[in-house]
């Protein structure tokens, strides 16, 4: 999340599915393939009851919050904002989070995760549309920039995060220009290019209780 501190790999074995927190560890060694299924805690006791209707609904917004690194107050307000535009809810709310600077900045192959992109940006390392921009939860839109700065161009993370991205390809919602580490928002993502692991209808139903 957005202040999470501690292991973070606990986390994906709460929700039951990779969340990619650590970036390139998440594939080289990771915790969750060791003890999938086995819930964190001090004895790592398996799953025994039947998750009621609210549970899964409530595993389901967690799971996206804690996939997006966005707070609960953050994450209700994204909602209230997708229900009351036009459009279907569930999408709505995912092409939000999908349009938040940290998580360009993660799918332009920039940063090694949304974790460490939420870090580069506040310590000023892209701009927008020509000028330098810290604060991660900013909304961009089609039309919109984002470039490395010229003092950054040669951080280790962004370079290691630019190797990792040959093994996931950019949405075709973006451009980059590998080159001059750059990247431009050509339209609003399609549901098929966001991420598979959130199930939206149980977060509209979570929150229309």
Known sequence: MANQSGPVCRLCRREGVKLFLK???CVTNCTFDKRSGVLPGQHGLARRRKASDYGIQLRAKQRARRLYGVLEAQFRHYFERAESSEGVTGTVLLQQLERRLDNIVYRLGFAASRREARQLVSHRHFQVNGRALNIASAQLRPGDRVDVRERSRKLLPIENAQQLVQGRAVPE??????TKLSGTIVRLPERNEMESAVDEQLIVEYYSR
């Open 173 to 178: 919602w973006l451009s980059l220009d590998a």
């Open 23 to 25: 970036g390139s560890k």
